[in-house]
């Protein structure tokens, strides 16, 4: 479980993608090499107990994550603890994209590092759903139409 190291170039594209934001990593024990533009690294457990703090950025390495425990803690992140959520893991991208998907997570990226497939997946809550058309003034109950119509 833990002898896969995270390909530098995954690791490129998150740091591109946070643009010198505050990265919150969530890796339990023994963990990769962390990177030096991480600002805080929390286990799993801890941040299932977490309540206080609000990161711009997480990041799940799915790898050094207990898998009993990674859909409550990506949930949990998502939800309290970040704004924006990144989760990179390797294996089957079919059944990890379902799993990631079924919390919400886009994915961004498939890339290939030495015979192993790692994704990207994303969330952000201010792009998850885009502004639905009706959702404007115009149908919904204006105070300037109150005289004007009876419904």
């Not at 603890?81 to 990890?96: I, R």
């Not at 890339?111 to 959702?135: A, I, M």
Request: charged residues 25%; negative net charge.
């Amino acid at each position: 479980m833990h002898s896969e190291t995270i390909p530098g170039e995954l690791l490129q594209q998150i740091r591109k993608a946070t643009a010198d934001r505050e990265v919150l990593l969530i890796a339990d024990t023994p963990t990769p090499p962390i990177p030096d533009w991480v600002a805080c690294h929390i286990s799993s457990q801890h941040a299932l107990q977490e309540t206080a703090s609000q990161y711009a950025i997480g990041l799940v390495l799915t790898p050094w994550v207990d898998d009993t425990q990674l859909d409550a803690v990506i949930a949990r992140l998502r939800d309290l603890l970040v704004k924006e959520l990144w989760v990179l893991h390797p294996g089957d991208m079919a059944e990890q994209t379902e799993r990631m998907g079924a919390l919400g997570l886009r994915c961004k990226h498939v890339v290939d590092v030495e015979g192993q497939s790692w994704g990207v997946n994303h969330f952000d809550l201010r792009r998850y759903k885009k502004t639905p058309h009706w959702l404007n003034s115009r149908y919904w109950a204006n105070p300037e139409l109150w005289n004007r119509f009876r419904w």
